[in-house]
């Protein structure tokens, strides 16, 4: 026999059309004798006409529901109601966001959705999409799923990590991340998240008024990144020797026509800082870079460690390396490399990503307390009293030898001096170069993906309209 709160449905409430029907049929028994009875509506304090109008509002919305509306629809509403009061119940309960996704080759437009994501609660959980997932609607991943953890993980505003997340966003599953992890609002940018029968990865949240939209961070996408890995021996950078009689424009003919002259003329000594920047979509503002700084000087007391590199696609190798330089004070600061520079210890047409993003990926990790723009190949007595560095770390996993071409001095030669310089094991041997051979190894399979995801960023890119970033 069922109980009378089984009979009441969820949480103790009537059935919902069964509770429309009830306010429905006591709506007409009041608005019956108001209309029919002088004496009754002549006690009334305010106009029967009036009474009478509410009362047949009431029943017509109640009989619509009744007639039209289907249950499901009526039980979402009311569960939104229910949540709205129990909220409101809690006393200074923190509001917890969810966000998820794939975190392929995680870059500095992830860190960016997770830096608003973040400004609309308290605390952010970050569910990482498992690996089966991934291949089934998107495509081979670049990164193992625990080389993707870790990478979310050493985000700042990240709170807390669920690993092997679906991809879809099921009615149970958000049921399950509600009551287990406590969520209150679901959270995605504003471009499309289409399955391929075109239906929205995230309707279940939407449905049930749980979900909060913010600005995607404009270019950069892990399709871009791909893009320019497929394109590295082509037109990636585009650059020419000052004395080369060979023009940018033939230099770009070259690349897209596939032609192995390209390779020669991008790899060129001696070209200027200038002819040498990637040329990219993405926009940095002094803004951007704010929203990213820790906005923390340090203490005089504080113990200075400095670090420097190229930090080209930014991955797990970087953060474990980073994340044990962090332990050998208590401030980090990390020095970036010029695009110029990078290119000088790299060749090729490397570094993948720019100084400015570059920059912004150091940035959002959690173990770094400040970046030196451009920092100097050689470090100088000026730099360490400067910045009052204690110590100066390096690591031996890199994805080249510690030298310029046709440079023999020892870039370490003052901290060394000085005993201030210390050598950091890398607990991870992954390096720039693995990611690129990975891409590589696969290429026809990606380059489906990258033409595939290419197009629909663009049809994102002419519908869009503006969105306030938080």
């Keep these: 026999m069922s109980s009378p709160s089984d009979a009441a449905g969820n949480g103790g409430f009537l059935n919902p059309k069964t509770l429309s029907l009830i306010i429905a049929v006591g709506a007409a028994a009041i608005a019956v004798p108001v209309m029919t009875s002088e004496t009754f509506s002549s006690t009334l ?25 289907t249950e499901t629809s009526l039980n979402r509403r009311l569960n939104r109601i229910k949540h709205r009061k129990l909220e409101a119940t809690k006393p200074n309960k923190p509001v917890r966001i969810w966000v998820d996704g794939c975190f392929d080759m995680m870059h500095f437009g992830h860190a960016n959705a997770f830096r608003q994501a973040r400004a609309l609660g308290d605390v952010l959980v970050v569910g990482v999409n498992e690996d089966e997932d991934i291949r089934k609607y998107k495509g081979p991943p670049t990164m193992t799923t625990e080389e993707r953890t870790v990478a979310v993980r050493a985000c700042k505003w990240v709170d807390e990590v669920v690993p092997n997340a679906p991809y879809v966003m099921t009615d149970e599953y958000l049921q399950y991340i509600f009551e287990k992890y406590d969520i209150d609002y679901v959270v995605h940018g504003d471009d499309p998240c289409l399955l391929p029968d075109g239906s929205d990865v995230f309707a279940s949240a939407k449905r049930a008024g749980r979900y909060k939209t913010i600005k995607r961070t404009e270019g950069v996408s892990t399709t871009d990144i791909v893009g320019r890995m497929l394109t590295m021996t082509r037109d990636h950078h585009t650059r020419v020797a000052k004395d080369s009689k060979t023009s940018p424009a033939s230099v770009a003919a070259a690349a897209a026509t596939g032609s192995d002259d390209a390779t020669t003329m991008v790899d060129v000594a001696g070209a200027s800082h200038e002819a040498f920047v990637r040329s990219t979509t993405f926009m940095p503002t002094g803004r951007r870079f704010i929203q990213f700084s820790n906005n923390r000087s340090p203490k005089p007391t504080d113990k200075i460690v400095y670090v420097d590199g190229i930090w080209d696609m930014f991955h797990a190798g970087h953060i474990d390396f980073l994340e044990e330089c962090r332990k050998l004070g208590d401030y980090l600061i990390v020095g970036v490399y010029a695009d110029d520079v990078a290119n000088r210890v790299r060749g090729s047409n490397y570094p993948i990503m720019n100084l400015h993003e570059r920059v912004l990926s150091v940035l959002s990790c959690r173990f ?19 910045f009052n560095i204690t110590v100066v770390a390096y690591g031996h996993v890199a994805d080249s030898p510690r030298t310029l071409p046709d440079a023999a001095e020892d870039p370490y030669a003052v901290p060394r001096e000085m005993g201030a310089l210390k050598a950091v094991r890398s607990p991870r041997a992954l390096k720039t170069q693995d990611i690129v051979d990975r891409i590589i190894a696969q290429k026809v399979e990606f380059e489906k993906k990258f033409k595939k995801k290419a197009a629909s960023e663009e049809a994102y890119n002419a519908q869009k309209e503006f969105v306030q970033e938080i």
């Design 45 to 69: 304090p305010i106009s029967p006409y009036v009474v009478t109008s509410v009362l047949g509002g009431a029943i017509a919305v109640c009989l619509y529901k009744v007639l039209f509306e």
């Design 368 to 386: 770094v307390d400040d970046v030196v723009f451009g920092a100097p190949w050689k470090i100088t007595r000026d730099l360490m009293v400067t």
